[in-house]
Structures are given as C-alpha cells and as structure tokens.
C-alpha cells in the first residue's frame, strides 16, 4: 500500500523567502501525486498534481513540483513567500486514477513572517 | 457558484446522540467523499460513492453510515456518537475520470462529542 510523509509538521519562512515543502512518497507502482492547500476554515484546494510526463509540474500562486523517482520525492517550492501562503499544505499520493488508494499525507502548516 | 455545500458548519453533541452531515454539491459530479481531519494525521476517507445509488468503506468507515440521496446529495450519519467522532468533518467531490481524486471541497462541519 502506497504512504507518503511529509517532512516538518512546521514550517517558517520570511515574506520573500524560498519556499520549499518536502513530501516523499512509497508505492509499489507509478504513482499519482498530488499537493493540497488547506487555508484557515476551509476545505482542501488541488495546487498541483503530477500524473505522467514532465516531472516538473506548474500549479496555482506560483507554486510548483518536481517529481524524482530516484529519491522517491515530490516537493513543494515557492520562489519567493507571499503573506497570503500561510495556510497547511497536504501531500497525497494514488496508484492508480480509480478505487480507494488515495492516501493524505499528515500536512505541513507554513507560515510567513512579515 | 455554490460547489460542494456542507451543512451544518458546528455541532456539538452529547456521546450516544445521532445526527446526519449533509452534503450537496451542484456540479453534476459523479463521484463524492466523505473524511474525517485530526490532527496531525491528515484527512483519512469514511466512506464514498463512485455514482448514484453506490457507496464503498473508505479507511475508517466503523460507526458512520452514508447515504447517496442522488447524483447531487451524500450524507453521513453518526447513529451513536462517541467522543472518538470528535473531528472535522469534510465532504468532497470530483470529475468524471478522476474518479478516485478529491477535487472540491466543501468547507468542513466542525463536530464535538462530548
């Protein structure tokens, strides 16, 4: 069965810093992956996802991800950190595009220091 | 513009109540969730409906049940609280094809057990 953890529960940047949010992956096929945002009371919102093809993959607000299979890897980066990008961050991950093999990581809260 | 609506937003009930979560979403999708969110350990799936009139256990689907109402409708009912149901609760739908990944959520129906 697929995992995925996501280093640091906790994440601190200043406005203007590089954003970087670490998610690994375990599957026993190609995965699907995928990045979450979670802003205060709210729901979940797609950022980005990979499926096949080019491994650098564009999202929403800048955002992207690079899927590298050799370090089984598919972080989040940001160039430059925005006040309005504080908000919980989920990694997930699915074997296939049906079923229920679609697993959340345990999320990363980022927040940005003025 | 509604997208996924989930009612109520806040509840608190006593443990052995029952109540139902209701969710409607109006972007004729076939496909709907519902999960649970605890801290630190991300969002983990109750129970979901890949079309009208079926429904499968997801991770965590013991003391829930669900009801696929209609394409637009899938509730899920607590029959007998237990402060272990103390969660956020999220309903989620998707597009056809995708039919194992989340796409819209609602905003979340904060519930305490007490």
């Known amino acids: 069965a697929q995992s995925v953890t996501q280093l640091g529960s906790h994440v601190s940047v200043s406005e203007g810093a590089l954003v970087l949010l670490r998610c690994n992956y375990s599957?026993?096929?190609?995965?699907?992956l995928f990045w979450y945002v979670q802003y205060p009371n709210q729901g979940l919102q797609l950022l980005l996802k990979?499926?096949?093809?080019?491994?650098l993959v564009k999202g929403i607000n800048g955002f992207e991800a690079e899927f590298k299979k050799s370090e089984t890897s598919f972080h989040l980066t940001k160039p430059s950190a925005h006040m309005s990008d504080a908000a919980e961050y989920f990694c997930?991950?699915?074997?296939?595009?049906?079923?229920?093999?679609?697993?959340f990581g345990p999320g990363t809260r980022l927040s940005v220091l003025p | 513009n509604a997208g996924v609506t989930q009612t109520p937003k806040f509840q608190v009930l006593k443990t052995g109540q029952s109540m139902t979560l209701q969710c409607a979403q109006d972007?004729?999708?076939?496909?709907m969730y519902w999960y649970r969110q605890d801290p630190g350990m991300g969002l983990r799936l109750i129970y979901y409906?890949?079309?009208?009139?079926?429904?499968d256990k997801g991770e965590v689907p013991n003391g829930y049940n669900v009801s696929r109402l209609n394409k637009r409708e899938f509730s899920l009912r607590l029959e007998s609280a237990a402060p272990s149901q103390t969660s956020v609760y999220f309903c989620?739908?998707?597009?056809?094809?995708?039919?194992?990944?989340?796409?819209?959520f609602g905003d979340g129906t904060r519930l305490s057990i007490l």
């Open positions: 989620a739908s998707t597009l056809p094809g995708n039919s194992n990944q989340p796409q819209h």
């Open positions: 599957s026993s096929v190609p995965p699907y």
């Open positions: 990979y499926t096949t093809g080019a491994t």
């Open positions: 997930a991950v699915s074997e296939s595009n049906y079923g229920q093999n679609f697993v």
């Open positions: 972007m004729n999708h076939n496909s």
């Open positions: 409906s890949a079309s009208e009139g079926t429904t």
